[in-house]
């Protein structure tokens, strides 16, 4: 089992900043992408951001010079740092990753793995 777990979410004024957490446990062989989604109330899931084994990165137009996702990769662990925080970067973020899952005994395959979310409100 694997499993991802966000953290950091809360209220925030425009233009302050948050830290959004997502930690990946369980039974991890190697962990490629790592993404940042989120759905505002009444909208469809986007994709915020993302990162990949390698370090290359992506990030919506929206979030761009605003937003930087960042990866430990010891700790399987990825983050969010969102600064100049506007109203309508309210939504709720989930953390998704893209993995290899098992062990040398019993095997691995590819697995995607999303996480439960975490709600930001940008509000005054």
């Known amino acids: 089992q694997v499993q991802l777990v966000e953290s950091g979410g809360g209220l925030v004024q425009p233009g302050g900043s948050l830290r959004l957490s997502c930690a990946a446990s369980g039974s991890i062989f190697r962990i490629n992408t790592l993404s940042w989604y989120r759905q505002a109330p009444g909208k469809e899931r986007e994709l915020v951001t993302e990162?990949?084994?390698?370090?290359?990165?992506n990030y919506a137009d929206s979030v761009k010079d605003r937003f930087i996702i960042s990866r430990d990769n010891d700790k399987n662990t990825v983050y969010l740092q969102m600064n100049s925080l506007k109203p309508e970067d309210t939504a709720l973020y989930s953390c998704?990753?893209?993995?290899?899952?098992?062990?040398?005994?019993?095997?691995?395959?590819?697995?995607?793995?999303w996480g439960q979310g975490t709600l930001v409100t940008v509000s005054s």
């Open positions: 998704y990753a893209h993995l290899i899952t098992g062990t040398v005994y019993k095997g691995y395959r590819w697995l995607e793995v």
């Open positions: 990162t990949t084994e390698d370090g290359n990165t």
